[in-house]
């Protein structure tokens, strides 16, 4: 800094501490003036009553501080100001106040606002403000115009100033853009061919520059962009394409239009002219028209597709003339050079008979579509009225299939012999149930076909085989059915014993004690066999895959199992033979096993009643073999007098009722 700003700060500090000084006597002898003395002693140290925040009339601020960022701005420019100061009394509120154009007594200021006063509470204490300036400085130093910045903090006894310079100058001029070279002029190109455009821009602020691009076509561009002084290159890439298809060897001129903006200025301008010379243009090839069929019934949908190209994939137009006075035209777009276009359409007649359809193709647009640029074929249908399609019944063979038990399935064919008296073509569809749904396809024609499908079967049961035969026309559907029972020549497996080792009568199986359960089973074909016992009694259940056949086709299984817990129980076993069919069989026994505490032996002695009871029982024997004794003895004797027993008893009877005599 130059010595006449130092002098001139020196100087103004020295006014400033002359006039605080002269204001602290005035306010001393204000007081002396207007207290007695004994007011005046301090009794800061002394009084034991005294609370937090008493203040001893000796304190003031010791320490202050004002900054200003930045220094040196431009009018409306934002400047933060930072305050610091403290006090000898740590309890002290210290006030803020901040002039920021400051001129004389008592405090003057040409500013709209007024001074900013803050208050803090405790010490040090800190204050941040932010001020913008709306006119430069009042003051002028070396060239630059400034501002004293004046800070007085008071905690209440004594008040301390601070002082700062602030530069304020007034807003720079700012000058437009420019360019320092523009888009080339004259641009010629060919149609549709890009074109690589650069330019150079400058900005002596170096501002932000919004670069937009008109190029006279009706599309633009926009860049944006900061431009330095020393300049910067930015550039667009575009093509032209005036071609009117079908028009060849004419010149189309376009303005390309550059302008610059800084969002100050009036934009700056650069103008440049495009020429494209458009050549020859070469006529579309000649369409292929094709219909989904060429024999349909009275209103029926007929679907045409034509294709066709352009050597410059120029948009075509496509005329469709169906000869029963209906004409339809569609436009397609452009496309690459050379690209096949199709045009699908979709039509029906109302009159039975031949119907000549007429695509013609153009590549120009109205009025100018003749001559080679318009390229015509044709295609003929034939409308007739349209038959049911003829399905004979289904053929199964075999007609009564089996299952071999040894493979494991069956195969069966299905047949149906279908055609078509209008040629169309046919679809079969079958639904084989658990197999599914499947379809044959014709391939057209009156002759009959027969359509085949392989059915393999792995269970036996009745299965429903459906087929369906349409032409693809509602209430064209004929249906054919057929049942197929599937059998198998497997054999299931057969139970020969099933029992447990028996007890007395009057004995008990007790809890934990061992039965033995003995299982005899046998297979027509051996087939392996699989066992599930179930004990009855909440136990996990047993499995068995059992394969051991002896010398008489059977297989023996003995399994011993004990119960835990008292009670009646029902074992139940599942034997399969896994195969064909399957054949299951379960057999469920009740065994009378009462699993409980077996009773106790109890031995007693006989007294008279029992040897008595004894004696009667054995005279019963006795005396029945004696009555045996007597009856031969007088049979004996009836035989020895020459008679039969059937005579004696007869002699007997006329004897007792007199008839002898």
């Not at 932000?208 to 561009?221: H, K, Q, R, S, Y």
């Amino acid at each position: 800094m130059d010595s006449g700003l130092q002098e001139g700060d020196e100087s103004h500090r020295r006014f400033l501490h002359r006039t605080t000084a002269f204001r602290a006597v005035i306010l001393v002898f204000v007081l002396l003036s207007s207290t007695p003395l004994i007011s005046m002693t301090d009794s800061f140290g002394t009084d034991s009553n005294h609370v937090a925040g008493d203040r001893a009339r000796t304190a003031t601020v010791d320490f202050y501080t004002l900054e200003a960022s930045p220094s040196i701005a431009f009018v409306n420019d934002t400047i933060t100001f930072y305050a610091n100061a403290s006090s000898d009394d740590p309890g002290a509120t210290l006030t803020f106040t901040i002039f920021y154009d400051y001129l004389d007594i008592p405090y003057a200021t040409i500013n709209a606002e007024s001074p900013v006063t803050v208050n803090t509470t405790g010490t040090p204490g800190s204050v941040i403000q932010t001020y913008a300036y709306n006119h430069p400085g009042n003051y002028t130093q070396a060239g630059h115009p400034f501002f004293w910045v004046y800070l007085f903090v008071s905690d209440g006894m004594t008040s301390e100033p601070a002082i700062v310079k602030v530069f304020v100058s007034p807003p720079p001029v700012n000058m437009p853009p420019y360019f320092n070279y523009g888009p080339a002029d004259p641009l010629a190109a060919p149609p549709a061919a890009a074109q690589y455009i650069p330019i150079n821009i400058s900005d002596n602020e170096g501002d932000t520059v919004t670069v937009f691009w008109d190029f006279g076509d009706g599309t633009n561009a926009t860049n944006v962009t900061v431009a330095p002084p020393t300049g910067v290159e930015i550039s667009q890439t575009h093509s032209w394409d005036p071609r009117i298809p079908g028009k060849s060897f004419y010149i189309q001129n376009y303005t390309l239009n550059v302008s610059l903006s800084d969002g100050q200025h009036p934009p700056v301008n650069s103008s440049t002219l495009v020429t494209i010379t458009v050549g020859y243009n070469f006529p579309p090839t000649a369409p292929l028209l094709a219909a989904s069929k060429e024999n349909a019934e009275p209103l029926e949908p007929i679907i045409f597709t034509a294709n066709a190209s352009d050597l410059e994939g120029d948009p075509l137009t496509w005329t469709f003339d169906y000869s029963d006075g209906t004409v339809e035209v569609y436009h397609s777009g452009f496309t690459a050079p050379g690209l096949q276009v199709w045009q699908n359409t979709t039509h029906s007649f109302s009159t039975v008979g031949s119907h000549t359809v007429n695509v013609s193709v153009s590549d120009a647009l109205v009025p100018f579509q003749v001559g080679d640029h318009n390229i015509t074929v044709k295609a003929t249908v034939r409308i007739i009225v349209n038959v049911v399609p003829i399905a004979y019944p289904l053929i199964l063979n075999p007609g009564a299939p089996q299952i071999n038990g040894t493979v494991g399935y069956v195969d069966v064919t299905a047949s149906v012999e279908a055609y078509d008296r209008d040629g169309d073509v046919l679809t079969m569809t079958w639904d084989l149930g658990i197999l599914g749904i499947r379809t044959n396809i014709s391939g057209g024609g009156i002759e009959p076909f027969r359509y085949v499908q392989i059915l393999r079967f792995n269970e036996t049961g009745s299965y429903n085989i459906t087929v369906t035969v349409t032409d693809g026309r509602p209430g064209h559907e004929v249906q054919q059915t057929a049942l197929v029972n599937v059998s198998s020549n497997n054999r299931p497996p057969v139970v020969l014993e099933f029992n447990h080792e028996p007890y007395t009568l009057g004995d008990f199986a007790a809890a934990n004690d061992s039965v033995k359960f003995r299982l005899v089973m046998t297979d027509r074909e051996h087939d392996a066999l699989e066992l599930t016992w179930d004990f009855g009694d909440g136990s996990p259940m047993l499995y068995m895959n059992l394969t051991n056949y002896d010398a008489k086709g059977n297989i023996t299984v003995s399994v011993n199992h004990s119960y835990a817990l008292k009670g009646n129980y029902v074992v139940t076993i599942v034997l399969t033979d896994n195969k064909i069919g399957y054949f299951n069989h379960t057999l469920t026994s009740k065994m009378p096993i009462q699993v409980s505490i077996k009773p106790p032996v109890v031995v007693m002695n006989w007294d008279w009643w029992d040897y008595t009871s004894l004696a009667l029982l054995m005279m019963i024997p006795i005396g029945s073999i004696g009555w045996i004794f007597l009856l031969r003895r007088q049979r004996q004797h009836i035989e020895d007098q020459g008679m039969t027993f059937d005579e004696w008893r007869l002699k007997k009877e006329i004897d007792s009722k007199g008839l002898g005599k």
